[in-house]
């Protein structure tokens, strides 16, 4: 009996061991979520800091915790399109904010769109007389379209700007997959398609390479004008047609030909910076550092800015990334979660509906799916607008298709109407291995699709076929809802990709603007005056996400900005990612596709390090060293 008491009691004191570490993280994980959320009081007179560490976008992603965790990476940083320039447009207003502090030295990247619309709200911070500073240890071309938004433009000393326009080469792996003796089975319709080129030649084809030599060049002038636009004096021919005269003009020195060129104003260190901001804002009272000033950070700054609540409602729904089926997202645009927040919303006495879509396109079904629920809108008889951030191509313009009228920007992407399928099989490689295939079969149907002894030639036929109703799908809908003719869709078509002014002139596109103009256009159109606000669907964030998000990003804050040339080198990170993509695009299970391959991703989410978690990337990294 002594014993068994002995026993008891220790049990007893691991159960309440147990409730005690069990409470205590019950407690702690509480007070983490109350405090996550920042606090108004965190306002304070000076200066609004836009601290841009990671990517502009114009749907923030859910973190997976579990991912997170396992690759001890941080998350790469998002901010919403929207929610800067919310922040920008209301600090433009309010006189606790004498200045904007734009830090972009850990900035990755953004789409065109994004940039041009953030860039025209700090252009709307300098008309209310307020100075905007911009801080890099280095600029590219994203952080340097920004940045020449801004009233004084600062530099390391050992950094740099550099400025290299879209475009570039891409890889094509027929030759690897020849090797591996790898069939990629391509079904596609369109001329321009190129989707499925990667997988089925050694390099761009000639109508490719005449429709992407269009689009960028497009994208190249426009960003050009804007930059020019922004900052007057600064010497972009000289910058871009001979990069390395304009260099060895300085000596090597990036920092001293940046200046020289117009690109930066000055040069100097975060601490001289950090004064020149003191200088502007005043001191801080709070702290006893040097060069600090009294700030306030953007999750703080839209805490304190609620988006407006009164009015009828006009839904906004996010269409971003890929279009894939199931329940993915936010930053993915799954099918199933999309199409059930619209559905939702049938109960909400919508005023209009705004569809807002950065996506390249991706499963036929998927895309369907969306399209459907927006029709069940439509049928309330309710003004219907789709508004085009950086792209809106293949299935990205299929959800579009039941729009009462399209916006888009001279730097959207558009266009790609076209289908594809890839389906490898490894026939060849089994026999070169010595494994072969044979039995008896009912009807050439009997045992297919077989990956590993070959597709029949109905098979082939079939999916063919497939993909070409898939296509005819795609044109029919677009000619009803573009009032164009089948042909004249077809001429369009083809999986040709356009830039927003030329999409305009062809018909896809009705009228310049963006999500401001459409939700006008919307408002207008429901008689609405002033008396509306946008309803955003399914956007709000996750507490946890954003518990998670800063939980893990504390150490990784801590590092400083990287030079010219680190910055070249962390461009291999998006090379294996995209190499991943590709061969997951081809050994996935995915049914049709309505994807445009080439068309610019807004960013490659690159960090310092290794940030990519999927195997190959791993695999080739060490490969790699």
């Given at each position: 009996?002594?014993?068994?008491?002995?026993?008891?009691?220790?049990?007893?004191?691991?159960?309440?061991?147990?409730?005690?570490?069990?409470?205590?993280?019950?407690?702690?994980?509480?007070?983490?979520?109350?405090?996550?959320?920042?606090?108004?009081?965190?306002?304070?007179?000076?200066?609004?800091?836009?601290?841009?560490?990671?990517?502009?976008?114009?749907?923030?992603?859910?973190?997976?915790?579990?991912?997170?965790?396992?690759?001890?990476?941080?998350?790469?940083?998002?901010?919403?399109?929207?929610?800067?320039?919310?922040?920008?447009?209301?600090?433009?207003?309010?006189?606790?904010?004498?200045?904007?502090?734009?830090?972009?030295?850990?900035?990755?990247?953004?789409?065109?769109?994004?940039?041009?619309?953030?860039?025209?709200?700090?252009?709307?911070?300098?008309?209310?007389?307020?100075?905007?500073?911009?801080?890099?240890?280095?600029?590219?071309?994203?952080?340097?379209?920004?940045?020449?938004?801004?009233?004084?433009?600062?530099?390391?000393?050992?950094?740099?700007?550099?400025?290299?326009?879209?475009?570039?080469?891409?890889?094509?792996?027929?030759?690897?997959?020849?090797?591996?003796?790898?069939?990629?089975?391509?079904?596609?319709?369109?001329?321009?398609?190129s989707a499925v080129e990667p997988y089925a030649n050694s390099g761009m084809s000639d109508a490719a390479r005449e429709n992407y030599s269009a689009l960028y060049g497009a994208l190249w002038e426009e960003y050009l004008a804007n930059v020019k636009k922004a900052r007057p004096a600064v010497d972009i021919e000289r910058i871009t047609r001979n990069p390395v005269a304009w260099i060895e003009a300085a000596q090597g020195d990036l920092a001293t030909a940046a200046k020289q060129a117009g690109l930066v104003d000055?040069?100097?260190?975060?601490?001289?910076?950090?004064?020149?901001?003191?200088?502007?804002?005043?001191?801080?009272?709070?702290?006893?550092?040097?060069?600090?000033?009294?700030?306030?950070?953007?999750?703080?700054?839209?805490?304190?800015?609620?988006?407006?609540?009164?009015?009828?409602?006009?839904?906004?729904?996010?269409?971003?990334?890929?279009?894939?089926?199931?329940?993915?997202?936010?930053?993915?645009?799954?099918?199933?979660?999309?199409?059930?927040?619209?559905?939702?919303?049938?109960?909400?006495?919508?005023?209009?509906?705004?569809?807002?879509?950065?996506?390249?396109?991706?499963?036929?079904?998927?895309?369907?799916?969306?399209?459907?629920?927006?029709?069940?809108?439509?049928?309330?008889?309710?003004?219907?607008?789709?508004?085009?951030?950086?792209?809106?191509?293949?299935?990205?313009?299929?959800?579009?298709?039941?729009?009462?009228?399209?916006?888009?920007?001279?730097?959207?992407?558009?266009?790609?109407?076209?289908?594809?399928?890839?389906?490898?099989?490894?026939?060849?490689?089994?026999?070169?291995?010595?494994?072969?295939?044979?039995?008896?079969?009912?009807?050439?149907?009997?045992?297919?699709?077989?990956?590993?002894?070959?597709?029949?030639?109905?098979?082939?036929?079939?999916?063919?076929?497939?993909?070409?109703?898939?296509?005819?799908?795609?044109?029919?809908?677009?000619?009803?809802?573009?009032?164009?003719?089948?042909?004249?869709?077809?001429?369009?078509?083809?999986?040709?990709?356009?830039?927003?002014?030329?999409?305009?002139?062809?018909?896809?596109?009705?009228?310049?603007?963006?999500?401001?103009?459409?939700?006008?256009?919307?408002?207008?159109?429901?008689?609405?005056?002033?008396?509306?606000?946008?309803?955003?669907?399914?956007?709000?964030?996750?507490?946890?996400?954003?518990?998670?998000?800063?939980?893990?990003?504390?150490?990784?804050?801590?590092?400083?900005?990287?030079?010219?040339?680190?910055?070249?080198?962390?461009?291999?990170?998006?090379?294996?990612?995209r190499i991943e993509s590709d061969l997951t695009r081809l050994l996935g299970t995915k049914g049709m596709q309505a994807y445009c391959l080439e068309c610019p991703t807004p960013v490659a989410a690159v960090r310092e390090g290794d940030q990519t978690g999927g195997w190959l990337t791993r695999l080739l990294t060490l490969l790699a060293r």
């Open positions: 009996m002594r014993f068994a008491g002995k026993v008891w009691r220790l049990l007893v004191g691991v159960k309440d061991g147990l409730v005690l570490i069990f409470m205590l993280l019950f407690f702690a994980a509480l007070f983490a979520i109350l405090t996550a959320r920042p606090s108004p009081a965190e306002v304070r007179e000076g200066a609004l800091v836009l601290d841009l560490n990671g990517v502009i976008v114009e749907e923030r992603s859910q973190v997976d915790p579990i991912a997170a965790l396992l690759s001890q990476t941080a998350p790469v940083g998002e901010y919403q399109a929207r929610d800067l320039v919310r922040a920008l447009d209301t600090a433009a207003q309010d006189d606790r904010m004498t200045a904007v502090v734009l830090d972009l030295d850990r900035f990755i990247g953004a789409g065109q769109v994004h940039l041009q619309e953030v860039g025209a709200a700090l252009d709307r911070v300098r008309a209310a007389g307020k100075p905007v500073l911009a801080y890099a240890t280095a600029y590219t071309d994203d952080s340097m379209m920004l940045a020449a938004h801004a009233s004084e433009v600062w530099v390391d000393p050992l950094g740099g700007a550099v400025v290299a326009g879209p475009g570039g080469e891409r890889l094509y792996y027929a030759g690897l997959l020849d090797r591996l003796e790898i069939n990629a089975r391509v079904y596609k319709v369109g001329e321009y398609k000055r040069l100097g260190t975060r601490e001289q910076f950090e004064e020149r901001v003191v200088e502007l804002v005043g001191a801080d009272d709070w702290s006893d550092e040097p060069g600090a000033y009294p700030a306030t950070e953007l999750a703080a700054w839209l805490e304190d800015n609620p988006l407006r609540q009164a009015g009828k409602p006009i839904g906004v729904v996010t269409i971003a990334g890929e279009i894939v089926d199931g329940e993915a997202g936010p930053g993915t645009a799954g099918g199933d979660r999309i199409a059930d927040l619209l559905d939702e919303a049938l109960a909400y006495d919508l005023a209009g509906l705004v569809v807002r879509v950065d996506s390249p396109g991706g499963s036929v079904l998927a895309s369907e799916r969306i399209r459907n629920a927006i029709l069940r809108h439509k049928a309330r008889d309710i003004p219907i607008a789709v508004s085009m951030a950086n792209v809106a191509a293949s299935g990205g313009y299929w959800v579009a298709t039941p729009a009462d009228r399209i916006f888009a920007e001279p730097e959207s992407i558009t266009g790609s109407i076209g289908i594809f399928a890839v389906i490898p099989t490894f026939e060849n490689a089994a026999a070169s291995l010595g494994v072969t295939s044979d039995g008896v079969r009912t009807s050439p149907l009997s045992g297919q699709p077989d990956l590993i002894g070959g597709f029949t030639p109905e098979v082939d036929a079939m999916i063919q076929a497939s993909v070409a109703n898939g296509y005819e799908d795609f044109i029919d809908r677009v000619a009803a809802s573009r009032n164009l003719s089948r042909a004249q869709v077809d001429r369009i078509g083809q999986g040709r990709v356009w830039d927003g002014g030329a999409a305009r002139q062809v018909g896809l596109v009705d009228q310049y603007g963006g999500l401001t103009e459409a939700l006008g256009w919307v408002a207008g159109e429901a008689d609405l005056g002033d008396d509306w606000h946008p309803r955003y669907l399914g956007s709000q964030p996750n507490r946890y996400d954003t518990l998670l998000r800063s939980f893990m990003r504390d150490d990784a804050e801590s590092g400083g900005g990287n030079d010219t040339v680190a910055i070249f080198a962390l461009r291999r990170q998006a090379v294996l990612g």
